[in-house]
């Protein structure tokens, strides 16, 4: 039921997205030249809302090679949302300094499968609440007719703040614990389109963590059989900045 309510929602949201980009970029294609009141700002502020695709990059330790109750540990991926603050600083003609702190929502999998051609998949499901602090730097191209290419890229911390919560403590004392801090370089890239009250930019952004989230107990079946856990993150986001 999930995996079908993410394949259709994924689809709509991209391409109501789509068409509500072409229809603005067709209104100022002959250029009306709003970035010039924006590019006279040394700073903005804006928000931004997201829809995104999660899971883990799981590391096998030597113990799943050897164990004999568990033959497959994978993860799947999930749909989530998100919801930012932008705070943006101007260096120079081509850079900007953004901080977008916020929260999303998201969810991951992990599945397992015992030894046999019979034996189903266990799927133990993680829905994290997450404040993010993403800082990064973004570089921008020359306006063309109100509209400007930019590629980003930075660091972001996390809080799981779903961790501290009394089930999925409960839940993770006889699973697998996640830790709830993180950390994720970023890289993404997108489009600035000025309007004459605001900035509208799409932009998708891939996020990888680079600090193991597994907190490893031996006496725990399915944490024995991974060695690291790592988040990745595909977001596709929409600014709205001013």
Known sequence: MRSLYSSKIIPIFI???????????????????????????????????GYNQSK?????????????SISI???????????????NLKIGRYFDFRVLPGFSISERT????????DEPFQSI??????????????????PYKDKRAFVVTGVKY????????RIRR????????????????ELGAGVQFFLP??????????????????????KLEASNVLEKVFTRILTFSLHFEG
Do not use: M, W
């Open 73 to 87: 540990a994978e993860a799947q991926s999930g749909p989530g949302f998100s919801v930012a603050a932008i705070i």
């Open 197 to 218: 009250y605001f900035i509208l930019s799409p932009e998708i952004k891939f996020s990888q963590g680079i600090g193991n989230t597994l907190i490893y107990n031996n």
């Open 110 to 117: 992990l599945r397992y499968k015992k030894p046999g051609l």
């Open 56 to 68: 883990y990059r799981l590391n096998h330790s030597k113990s799943f090679i050897l164990n004999d």
């Open 170 to 185: 409960e839940f993770e004392d006889s699973v697998v614990k996640i830790s709830p801090h993180d950390f994720q370089v």
């Open 15 to 49: 391409i109501l997205s789509c068409f509500f980009i072409q229809d603005l970029a067709s209104q100022y294609s002959r250029g009306s030249y709003n970035f010039q009141d924006f590019q006279a700002k040394p700073y903005y502020y804006g928000i931004t809302i």
């Open 158 to 165: 996390s809080y799981d703040v779903q961790s501290n919560s």
């Open 125 to 142: 499901t993680i829905e994290p609440v997450i404040v993010d602090a993403p800082f990064l730097l973004r570089f921008k191209s020359d």
